[in-house]
């Protein structure tokens, strides 16, 4: 099975000193997946506004939308995109075999 590859960017609801965000925008880096971050400003209470809380009723970034698929938690978004994306996760189908050097 070929790792499929999103027919448009990944987006992801994102904000700045966010760990949970900057790890699932790394993980999206190194399978070399095209990504679009959306700014939510916390400190603005952005991610308490209603549109935000109809994407996670928790309140809390990262978010993102794979097409179809839109999830919330960076475990549950790194375990999507790896079960979708990375063909034996990103060690085994890029780096080590050099998809992601060449
Ligand atoms: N279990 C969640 C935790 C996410 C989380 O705690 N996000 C923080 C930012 S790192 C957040 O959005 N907090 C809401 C707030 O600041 O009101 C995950 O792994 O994604």
């Known amino acids: 099975m070929i790792p499929a590859r999103p027919v448009q960017p990944i987006k992801v609801d994102s904000s700045t000193l966010s760990g949970h965000a900057h790890r699932v925008r790394l993980f999206l880096s190194l399978l070399g997946l095209p990504f679009e971050t959306i700014g939510v400003d916390r400190r603005k209470g952005e991610q308490r506004g209603a549109e935000f809380l109809r994407r996670?009723?928790?309140g809390q970034v990262p978010v993102i939308e794979d097409?179809?698929?839109a999830?919330?938690?960076s475990n549950a978004i790194l375990h999507h995109l790896n079960g979708r994306h990375a063909l034996g996760g990103p060690c085994r189908s890029r780096l080590v075999r050099g998809g992601a050097a060449s």
């Open 56 to 58: 996670n009723a928790f």
């Open 67 to 69: 097409g179809e698929v």
């Open 71 to 73: 999830l919330a938690d």
